[in-house]
C-alpha cells in the first residue's frame, strides 16, 4: 500500500471554489481501481487549507490515477492552479 497525503492552502477567495473542485476529484478518484482510500477534509482552524488523504494499491495504481482525466481536469488544471501553497508527502 501506498499513501499519499497533500495539503493546500488557497486564498480566501478561491477557497470554496477549491472545495467544490475537490469532489468530482474525490468521488473519481475513489472509483478507481487501484484506489483504497480518498479523502478530503478541511480545516476548522484555517478554511482554506485541505488536505487529501490517499491510500494507493501501489505505485503502478497511483502512477494510472496520475493519467486519468479527472486528476489531470480536476487536480492539475482544477484545484492547483487556485492553490497559493501545496505540500505533498
Known amino acids: 500500500m501506498l499513501v499519499?497525503?497533500?495539503?493546500?492552502?488557497?486564498?480566501?477567495?478561491k477557497?470554496?471554489?477549491?472545495?467544490?473542485?475537490?469532489?468530482?476529484?474525490r468521488d473519481g478518484s475513489r472509483a478507481e481501481?487501484?484506489?483504497?482510500?480518498?479523502?478530503?477534509?478541511?480545516?476548522?482552524?484555517d478554511p482554506n487549507v485541505f488536505v487529501l488523504y490517499e491510500?494507493?494499491?501501489?505505485?503502478?495504481?497511483?502512477?494510472?490515477?496520475y493519467k486519468t482525466e479527472h486528476f489531470i481536469k480536476y487536480g492539475v488544471n482544477g484545484i492547483?492552479?487556485?492553490a497559493s501553497n501545496r505540500l505533498a508527502h
Open 15 to 25: 477557497a470554496e471554489e477549491a472545495a467544490r473542485t475537490l469532489r468530482p476529484l
Open 55 to 65: 491510500e494507493w494499491r501501489d505505485q503502478a495504481a497511483l502512477d494510472e490515477h
Open 4 to 13: 499519499n497525503a497533500v495539503i493546500y492552502t488557497f486564498p480566501a477567495d
Open 80 to 82: 492547483r492552479p487556485l
Open 33 to 45: 481501481t487501484g484506489c483504497i482510500t480518498f479523502d478530503v477534509s478541511r480545516s476548522n482552524d
